[in-house]
T-cell receptor, first 115, second 110 residues
Framework: ETGVTQTPRHLVMGMTNKKSLKCEQH?????MYWYKQSAKKPLELMFV???????ENNSVPSRFSPECPNSSHLFLHLHTLQPEDSALYLC??????????????FGDGTRLSIL | EDKVVQSPLSLVVHEGDTVTLNCSYE??????LLWYKQEKKAPTFLFML????IEKKSGRLSSILDKKELFSILNITATQTGDSAVYLC??????????FGTGTSLTVIP
């Protein structure tokens, strides 16, 4: 139990579907992150939220839309995805995203497959 | 372009062996280097290194950073089958940026 919970664990969707990934952290952290992990590639940082405000968006296609209603919850809304978007999507949190030198705590991820 | 390179990509050893995993980086505005262990689920935090030459230890694992040569090593002594995992190296830079390597896949054979 890492204190970061992601749902669903697995998701299969068609390219025209709309779905959402959910992340919840029980660690009292103020920063939350979305990563994409593809086979044989480094983890790619997608979005960063600090105190509910988005601070980073690393050139992610608009078919991925994040939402952070509070410091404990983070969503990733998906629509009209492409087959190359199939990957493991990891959520992470840290105490305060503006202060460096703090480790991130990761969830178990959502395994996403696009048909 | 900022990047983190890990080597080897994969490693197979026998129980009891000692292994050394390497991580080199080229990252602007370096703040810290982190090591994670990823089994089938969430990456779990191992070490955070910010200063050169200071070894961090946790049981059979240890790590050290060289900020002049821009690399870090992760040592595991007396390996056990439970050490089998992918070991990830990440560098934190300014503005909440984290750069990860592709990882080293370690398999420990009984």
């Amino acid at each position: 139990e890492t204190g970061v919970t992601q749902t669903p664990r697995h998701l299969v969707m068609g390219m025209t579907n709309k779905k959402s990934l959910k992340c919840e952290q029980h660690l009292g952290h103020n920063a939350m992150y979305w990563y994409k992990q593809s086979a044989k590639k480094p983890l790619e940082l997608m979005f960063v939220y600090n105190f509910k405000e988005q601070t980073e968006n690393n050139s992610v296609p608009s078919r991925f839309s994040p939402e952070c209603p509070n410091s404990s919850h983070l969503f990733l809304h998906l629509h009209t995805l492409q087959p190359e978007d199939s990957a493991l999507y990891l959520c992470a949190s840290s105490q305060d995203g503006q202060q460096n030198n703090q480790p991130q705590h990761f969830g178990d991820g959502t395994r996403l497959s696009i048909l | 372009e900022d990047k983190v390179v890990q080597s080897p990509l994969s490693l197979v050893v026998h129980e009891g062996d000692t292994v050394t995993l390497n991580c080199s980086y080229e990252v602007t505005n370096f703040r810290s280097l982190l090591w994670y262990k990823q089994e089938k689920k969430a990456p779990t935090f191992l070490f955070m290194l910010t200063s050169s030459g200071i070894e961090k230890k946790s049981g059979r694992l240890s790590s050290i950073l060289d900020k002049k040569e821009l690399f870090s090593i992760l040592n595991i002594t007396a390996t056990q089958t439970g050490d089998s995992a992918v070991y990830l190296c990440a560098v934190e830079a300014l503005r909440n940026q984290f750069y990860f390597g592709t990882g080293t896949s370690l398999t420990v054979i009984p």
